[in-house]
């Protein structure tokens, strides 16, 4: 079936569930509709470990009785089980407190334009294929290095799906799109040290895709590069965030500005809006139009279209992320930002990840971060951490067991330099992130 056809018979079925609202006494409705077909193959010590299809299909509901709300789903697309969801949504809207907030999108912000972002490049589901490139990475990896002893295994994975997204005021409108990902961890041993690491690629398009000999390689080389790790004594000193992780930082910035923390008063950014809060050569930009990119979307999970939008200019906070219950609490209007963020491009001060070192002189190149010690009412951040001790600009061993602190508004304000050399692998596309100081916990 051709996937015009698909796309038209899901957008069938949502019309028909939204018209079945109003008839059922709803005053407004919302649905979406997803199907997704994927392979997962993963391999150990270059052996298939596990094969999975996924076929999944499903239909959420959400009816309005004044401002009174009530949602359903359903994975059987029966007529008898869509009139059934329904029919549930509508009473339960109708035991439902009143809030004058709920209800969907202003209608003015519904997106009316759907461009063709290049999101679906569709491949055949081909099981021997996804094995031969899982065990190919692994075997690349296993062959690296005399010092690469064990392996947690392969993954690739490869994904078509179709979302579809309809309302009462008269939204019905979808796209299909396609994900390919690959990755690798190995461990290596040395002198009774173990350590391990990773690499992964990712991609709307399979040939897009790193090389599976080129991942395992990576996986490899970062696993054999931790060997000897060593602590270090507690001090003050720079920090360069690897750029494969330093999108968590502004991880933290997206919860810190989002409506519902904001409305809960359970941010660090409160009351923000137009101060400086990063230096005054940062600008961080939202491009939701990339063709191809993994975030990009024309419209939210709300139906509000998405736009062009600058998120962070000369440092200071340039706006907030509304969705639509957000934006009423807080007395403004949705920015489309219901479901997340559309792919930020975060600005940078042209040095290589190379001349970033030499800058930071003496401190910690962190290329690992674990747990989940951040406060997003305080700022306060606790991470562990792993990466290589820096002198003089030059890597002299590998780190571990040690834990990063400080306080984000510090952090943000403190960032000295960001590298030209992006990960893109990800809604938040940045490069290696240099901070002034921050403190390391170690023995």
């Given at each position: 079936?051709?996937?015009?056809?698909?796309?038209?018979?899901?957008?069938n079925v949502v019309d028909d569930v939204l018209k079945l609202a109003l008839s059922k006494g709803a005053t407004q409705a919302e649905a979406s509709m997803s199907k997704v077909q994927g392979i997962a193959v993963s391999s150990r010590m270059q052996e298939v470990e596990n094969v999975e299809f996924t076929n999944d299909g499903g239909l959420g509901i959400s009816v309005y009785v004044g401002k009174r709300k009530g949602s359903a789903s359903t994975a059987d697309l029966s007529k008898a089980a869509l009139t059934l969801a329904v029919e549930k949504a509508v009473d339960i809207a109708r035991y439902t407190s009143e809030d004058p907030c709920t209800g969907l999108a202003d209608e003015d912000l519904i997106a009316t334009e759907f461009p063709d972002l290049d999101l679906y490049h569709p491949e055949e589901l081909n099981t021997e294929n996804a094995i031969k490139i899982a065990i190919e990475a692994e075997t690349a990896a296993m062959n690296y290095d005399p010092r690469i002893t064990n392996s947690d295994g392969a993954s690739y994975n490869a994904n078509l799906g179709m979302r579809v997204y309809g309302n009462t005021h008269g939204i019905n409108a979808g796209y299909p799109s396609s994900r390919y990902s690959l990755s690798c961890m190995v461990i290596g041993a040395q002198?009774?040290?173990?350590?391990?690491?990773?690499a992964y690629t990712v991609s709307r398009k399979a040939a897009l895709l790193q090389s599976a000999a080129s991942v395992g390689e990576d996986a490899a080389?970062?696993?054999?590069?931790?060997?000897?790790?060593?602590?270090?004594?507690t001090a003050n000193v720079p920090v360069l965030l690897h750029r494969d992780?330093?999108?968590?930082?502004?991880?933290?910035?997206?919860?810190?500005?989002?409506?519902?923390?904001?409305?809960?008063?359970?941010?660090?950014?409160?009351?923000?809006?137009?101060?400086?809060?990063?230096?005054?050569?940062?600008?961080?930009?939202?491009?939701?139009?990339?063709?191809?990119g993994l975030a990009s979307s024309s419209f939210d999970n709300e139906g509000v279209a998405c736009s062009d939008m600058t998120i962070v200019e000369a440092g200071q906070l340039a706006t907030y992320l509304?969705?639509?219950y957000s934006s009423r609490k807080l007395n403004t209007r949705s920015n489309g930002h219901a479901g997340g963020i559309h792919n930020w491009l975060v600005g940078d001060t042209g040095q290589s990840d190379a001349e970033l070192l030499k800058?930071?002189?003496?401190?910690?190149?962190?290329?690992?971060?674990?747990?989940?010690?951040?406060?997003?009412?305080?700022?306060?951040y606790s991470r562990g951490a792993a990466g290589y001790w820096v002198e003089n600009g030059v890597i002299q061993y590998p780190v571990h067991e040690v834990t990063i602190?400080?306080?984000?508004k510090d952090m943000f304000k403190g960032i000295v330099a960001i590298g030209a050399e992006k990960d893109v692998r990800g809604s938040v596309q940045t490069g290696s992130v240099l901070i002034d100081q921050m403190k390391i916990a170690g023995s």
């Open positions: 079936m051709q996937i015009e056809q698909q796309l038209g018979d899901i957008q002198d009774g040290d173990m350590q391990r690491d990773y080389k970062a696993t054999v590069d931790r060997l000897g790790a060593r602590k270090i004594n992780i330093a999108s968590s930082l502004f991880g933290h910035y997206v919860g810190a500005i989002s409506g519902g923390s904001l409305y809960r008063r359970s941010s660090f950014l409160l009351d923000s809006l137009g101060k400086q809060v990063f230096p005054e050569w940062l600008n961080i930009e939202e491009r939701p139009f990339i063709k191809g509304y969705t639509t800058d930071m002189g003496t401190g910690l190149f962190v290329t690992e971060l674990m747990g989940q010690g951040v406060n997003g009412v305080t700022g306060d602190a400080g306080n984000l």
